[in-house]
């Protein structure tokens, strides 16, 4: 366990469900993150909060609604997705929004939309 | 736009050689550096890290070198072992932008 917390490991959704992932960790950081990491791509930076506050939405569509409600928690809700965001979406956190020292992550959700 | 990059997807060393995982860099002001692994049905896990005013850092069996000249970064493992087998990427920090490469695949051979 790297102290970042995903649930669930893994989700099939239809493109006209609506779910969430979670993301909790008790590291005591104050920025979390979303990454979306398809085969054989970089890592791609979905949202960032700092302090519980979105810092950042890296163009990412509308069917993908963050939630910060505390600096431990994070989820991603998600409704009428594509098949192509089908992905492992991965959760990190870090001490604080420059990212110095590193991210931890989570072990991700790998989602499949059908 | 800028980002990392690693040169070769793929590596398969013998069990007990040295593994050695490179990466360039286009972002001369990038001035934080880490080595992520990444085990399969895992999140990526940090490894080692560098600031930009070192050229080299040692950790348990693994070296990461810097060579800001001609910006690559590289991973050394001493000693392969079987459970090192997992996609190994780099990534960059420059004014609180993390950047992360594709990831190399090291596949160790007993």
């Keep these: 366990e790297t102290g970042v917390t995903q649930t669930p ?5 239809g493109m006209t469900n609506k ?9 005591g950081h104050n920025a979390m993150y979303w990454y979306k990491q398809s085969a054989k791509k970089p890592l791609e930076l979905m ?6 506050e979105q810092t950042e939405n890296n163009s990412v569509p509308s ?52 | 736009g800028e980002s990392v ?19 360039a860099y286009s972002n001369s002001a990038s001035d934080y550096f880490i080595w ?24 348990q069996r693994v070296t990461v070198l810097l060579n800001k000249t001609v910006k690559h970064l590289s991973l050394q493992i001493a000693a392969t072992q079987p459970g090192d087998s997992a996609v190994y990427f780099c990534a ?9 490469g594709a990831g190399t695949r090291l596949t160790v051979k007993p």
Aim: aromatic share 10%.
């Design chain 1, 63 to 114: 069917r993908f609604s963050p939630e910060c409600p505390n600096s431990s928690h994070l989820f991603l809700h998600l409704h009428t997705l594509q098949p192509e965001d089908s992905a492992l979406y991965l959760c990190a956190s870090s001490q604080d929004w420059t990212g110095d020292y590193g991210y931890t992550f989570g072990s991700g959700t790998r989602l499949t939309v059908v």
């Design chain 1, 47 to 52: 949202f960032v909060y700092n302090f519980k």
């Design chain 2, 5 to 23: 990059g690693l040169h070769l997807p793929t590596l398969s060393v013998q069990e007990g050689d040295n593994s050695i995982i490179n990466c």
């Design chain 2, 92 to 100: 960059d920090l420059n004014n609180n932008d993390m950047r992360f």
């Design chain 2, 36 to 59: 992520y692994k990444q085990e399969s049905g895992k999140g990526p896990q940090f490894i080692i890290d560098i600031r930009s005013n070192m050229d080299k850092r040692q950790g």
């Design chain 1, 19 to 27: 779910k969430s992932l979670k993301c909790e960790q008790h590291l």
């Design chain 1, 9 to 13: 490991r893994h989700l099939v959704m």
